[in-house]
């Protein structure tokens, strides 16, 4: 049996949405993906191998649609999420099992504004002359985003979720002209969810912080 035997039942329709066939592809995403950010709002540890499975149904998914830049974004997703998982529990320092959330330093802001814009400009000529995407900036764009919002999860940046807010924003109306529309309405749900992060990883470095006041009172 080859591969494509093993992966071909995934790309059959499960239902139908305004017209458009969604798979089983799609859908497993869909689930996977809100499982995931909601485990990432709580702090849960769960939430890499979770978004692991969620990142192989979109490498599928979106090799499918043309969205080149976004499947490959997987792929660098899978590796962060093995850093991610290990920075989780064991990047505290001595003396602690997990990572607590602070905020971005300007050294880190520099970083990744810059890494953003050359990823941006690199992949966009990139998607352009080498492949047939018919949305080369916008593919670009919302993986740079992505990645420098994964990066700052895996060191629990409370930023990090203006980063994601920035990239849904941006992926709602792509998938939705990809006709993604499940996809679409997933990331309607992850900015919603983002919201309800950056509340509670707030909340949560406000509560380090005064607890830090106390002790050196």
């Not at 993906?33 to 969620?54: D, E, K, S, T």
């Not at 709602?172 to 309405?185: M, R």
């Amino acid at each position: 049996m080859s591969l494509a035997d093993v992966l071909d039942p995934l790309r059959q329709p499960l239902v139908t949405v305004l017209g458009t066939p969604v798979s089983w592809t799609e859908v497993l995403g869909f689930g996977s993906g809100a499982l995931c950010v909601w485990l990432v709002a709580r702090q849960h540890l769960a939430n890499w191998p979770v978004g692991i499975a969620n990142n192989v149904f979109f490498i599928l998914l979106f090799a499918q649609s043309g969205l080149y830049a976004d499947a490959g974004l997987q792929i660098v997703f899978i590796a962060l999420a093995a850093y991610g998982w290990w920075t989780w529990t064991h990047g505290g320092g001595s003396g602690t099992d997990s990572l607590p959330v602070r905020s971005t330093t300007r050294a880190e802001w520099v970083l990744l504004l810059a890494a953003g814009a050359v990823g941006t400009l690199a992949l966009t000529v990139l998607l352009d002359r080498a492949t047939d995407s018919t949305v080369p900036f916008w593919d670009a764009l919302t993986t740079a985003l992505s990645l420098a919002a994964t990066y700052g999860q895996c060191r629990k940046l409370v930023e990090s979720w203006w980063l994601w807010i920035a990239a849904d924003v941006v992926y709602i109306p792509l998938y939705a002209y990809k006709e993604l529309y499940l996809t679409s309405l997933l990331y309607v749900g992850f900015l919603t969810l983002c919201l309800v992060g950056l509340r509670n990883w707030r909340r949560g470095l406000t509560a380090r912080q005064r607890e830090f006041t106390e002790a050196a009172a």
